[in-house]
């Protein structure tokens, strides 16, 4: 979204020079290559802007582009250089050499018809968007989208099962990453047994050695076998327990379904929750704009092709002509750049643009969101 912001200040820099050095392209009030070269990097700029614009939007949706090679940003900037090459050299060679004018005018023709090849191709992936949001079930617009998220970025919703994946992964990453836990039986204290077994000891112990020694000693043995036996009972009654009633209070917390799917709905909830219709009108607005640009850059590119081949004479006679001529061009390249810039709008988060760091002395910070592209 950057680069966008980038061509698009290049594009209204290079025609509000321009405006306010030679109004009137006297052509000159400046030199032959400073102002040949302001004046062509326009655009270049314009067609670097739509091209980057259908990356954004075929990405963002998840819709399949035809070519293929739209979806690359590899190919589109190869075309972008070669673009802003062609014109700086052929601005430079024809500064020097004056016989020149029929190269730039072909190349000028050549560059033309690409952007036009991008302006129809971008308006049939408006359409098929347009398409997906008409066909869009009402039950996929009811998930919060934070109202902050403008411009291009709404055009997420129309990517089918967009969040999904993601919020499962966040949800079983718990259950991937926390140690295992054991519910351990708690085990028979021993100290009740020994105990018994020295109070036993204390009030069967006499200071003779004849046969009451013997009987302390057979009762004593009695006594463990007895206490072996009520604990072999409890074991066996709580394990039939365990094995044939349902679990009541366990002290591990299992991820059921219902947690997954909490954590889903919690994931996906915005700061502001709004109605399916009147998310959809926000998509359908964006749309709308991502329909305006090439629509009117097409109309754009037509008028500069019919300037391109057009005798200098209808300038020279038709002054008043002339005058509205270039006014209706001027402020078609000023809505092709005010939709774009609408469409590249700089989300920021929801939760606190501050942030305190940690630490007696923390100051406070600001924490802009990542953006897509």
């Keep these: 979204m950057s680069t966008i912001n980038v061509f698009l200040c290049i594009l209204g820099s290079s025609r509000a020079i321009c405006l306010f050095i030679d109004a009137y392209a006297l052509r000159d009030v400046m030199p032959s290559l400073m102002g040949g070269v302001l004046w062509d990097v326009a655009v270049p700029s314009l ?4 091209a980057l614009l259908q990356l954004a939007v075929l990405r963002v949706s998840q819709l399949s582009g035809r070519p293929r090679f739209l979806l690359t940003s590899s190919a589109i900037s190869i075309a972008i250089t070669i673009h802003f090459t062609s014109v700086l050299a052929v601005d430079l060679s024809l500064a020097l050499h004056s016989n020149m004018l029929t190269v730039k005018y072909i190349i000028e023709t050549v560059f033309h018809v690409w952007g036009l090849f991008l302006c129809i191709t971008f308006l049939y992936t408006a359409h098929r968007a347009r398409e997906v ?11 919060d989208i934070d109202v902050q998220y403008k411009g291009i970025m709404q055009l997420t919703m129309l990517a089918p099962y967009n969040n999904l994946a993601t919020s499962v992964a966040a949800a079983l990453v718990p259950t991937l990453l926390a140690p295992k836990l054991m519910h351990k039986k708690p085990l028979q204290d021993d100290e009740p047994k020994n105990l018994v077994d020295s109070r036993e000891r204390r009030g069967n112990k006499k200071l003779s050695w004849g ?3 013997r009987i ?3 009762t004593q043995r009695k006594i463990q076998q007895t206490t072996s036996a009520r604990r072999r009972a409890e074991e066996e009654t709580e394990d039939a ?9 366990k002290l591990q917390t299992d991820l059921t379904l219902d947690t997954i799917l909490n954590h889903i709905a919690y994931m996906n ?3 502001v929750s709004q109605t399916s219709q009147t998310r959809k009108k926000s998509l359908q607005q964006v749309l709308t704009l991502a329909t305006m640009a090439p629509l009117l850059s097409m109309g754009l ?3 500069g092709l019919f300037r391109l081949y057009t005798p200098p004479e209808w300038y020279t006679q038709c002054c008043g002509w002339w005058l509205w001529f270039e006014t209706a061009c001027r402020a078609l390249e000023l809505v092709v750049a005010w939709c774009a810039a609408n469409l590249t709008k700089q989300p920021l988060s929801n939760s606190g643009l501050y942030h305190r760091t940690g630490g007696a002395g923390g100051g406070e910070a600001k924490t802009r969101q990542s953006m897509f592209m």
């Design 241 to 249: 327990n365990t094995s044939l009633l349902p679990p009541h209070n």
């Design 133 to 143: 949001l008409r066909n869009m079930p009402s039950a996929v617009l009811e998930r």
């Design 269 to 271: 909830r915005g700061g």
């Design 211 to 213: 046969p009451e020694k």
């Design 301 to 303: 590119l037509l008028v």
């Design 47 to 50: 067609l670097s802007v739509l």
């Design 216 to 218: 302390s000693g057979q």
